[in-house]
């Protein structure tokens, strides 16, 4: 079992930063793939960034490269997610997983957070 709990959400004006943290208990998260999807009311989950493996590969989605960076420390079992020059179509609720399949789709993901609130205000 894996638990994961998000932090660092909130309200911020486009073309700010946020840092979302995700902390994971339970098996050491380096056996899993960690992502960090979200979800805007109205729309699917989708993709947002992951990592991967003893090396940490990285995988973006197109909106998010460029602009946002997965990110982990080991010693702590969290993986970051940062965000910057956000922007209001960023909106949504952020949520992270750790799976042991394809590291961008949601249904290979095991577990999940509660999520957390990513508000901008443009």
């Known amino acids: 079992q894996v638990q994961l709990v998000e932090s660092g959400g909130g309200l911020v004006q486009a073309g700010g930063s946020l840092r979302l943290s995700c902390a994971a208990s339970?098996?050491?998260?380096?056996?899993?793939?960690m992502g960090w999807f979200r979800q805007a009311p109205g729309k699917e989950r989708e993709f947002v960034a992951a990592?991967?493996?003893?090396?940490?590969?990285?995988y973006y989605a197109d909106f998010a490269k460029g602009r946002f960076t997965i990110s982990a420390d080991n010693a702590k079992n969290t993986v970051y997610l940062q965000m910057n020059s956000l922007k209001a179509e960023d909106t949504a609720v952020y949520y992270c997983?750790?799976?042991?399949?394809?590291?961008?789709?949601?249904?290979?993901?095991?577990?999940w957070g509660q999520g957390t609130q990513v508000t901008v205000s443009s």
């Open positions: 997983a750790a799976g042991s399949g394809s590291p961008t789709r949601p249904g290979d993901y095991d577990y």
């Open positions: 339970g098996r050491t998260f380096s056996s899993y793939a």
């Open positions: 990592r991967r493996g003893s090396r940490g590969s990285t």
